[in-house]
C-alpha cells in the first residue's frame, strides 16, 4: 500500500504561482511514477502531468510551459510548481502513484493509488 497525502492548496489571484506537495509513505517511493490530475467544478477529472521514478515528465497541453513537476526521492514527495495561475486551473488536485513506467502514466485508470486531493481557487 502506498498512502498520499498532498498539501499546498488555496485560494490565489489569477497570474500567482503556488506549489503542491504530496508526501507518500508505505511502499518504495522511487518504484513508483507518480502522477497529478485535477477535477474542476462539474468536469471529469483531468491529466495534468506525471513523473516517472527517472524523473522524465508529460504535461497536458493545457498546463505546458507554465507547471513543472518534480520529484525528491530521498522525502518520498512529488512537487506540482503551478505558475502562471488561470482562473480556469480552479479544480481539486489529486496525486497518484502508478508502477506503470510507460505511457500507461497518461491515464488515471492505470493509478493504484491516490490521494484525497486538494482544492485550488484561482480568482480572476
Known amino acids: 500500500q502506498v498512502q498520499l497525502v498532498e498539501s499546498g492548496g488555496g485560494l490565489v489571484q489569477a497570474g500567482a504561482s503556488l506549489r503542491l506537495s504530496c508526501a507518500a509513505s508505505?511502499?518504495?517511493?522511487?518504484?513508483?511514477?507518480m502522477g497529478w490530475f485535477r477535477q474542476p467544478p462539474g468536469k471529469e477529472r483531468e491529466f495534468v502531468g506525471s513523473?516517472?521514478?527517472?524523473?522524465?515528465?508529460y504535461y497536458a497541453d493545457s498546463v505546458k510551459g507554465r507547471f513543472i513537476i518534480s520529484r525528491d526521492n530521498a522525502k518520498s514527495t512529488v512537487y506540482l510548481q503551478m505558475n502562471s495561475l488561470k482562473p480556469e486551473d480552479t479544480a481539486v488536485y489529486y496525486c497518484?502513484?502508478?508502477?506503470?513506467?510507460?505511457?500507461?502514466?497518461?491515464?488515471?485508470?492505470?493509478?493504484?493509488?491516490w490521494g484525497q486531493g486538494t482544492q485550488v481557487t484561482v480568482s480572476s
Open positions: 513523473i516517472k521514478s527517472r524523473g522524465s515528465t
Open positions: 508505505g511502499r518504495t517511493f522511487s518504484n513508483y511514477a
Open positions: 497518484a502513484a502508478t508502477f506503470w513506467q510507460s505511457d500507461r502514466v497518461l491515464n488515471s485508470n492505470n493509478y493504484q493509488y
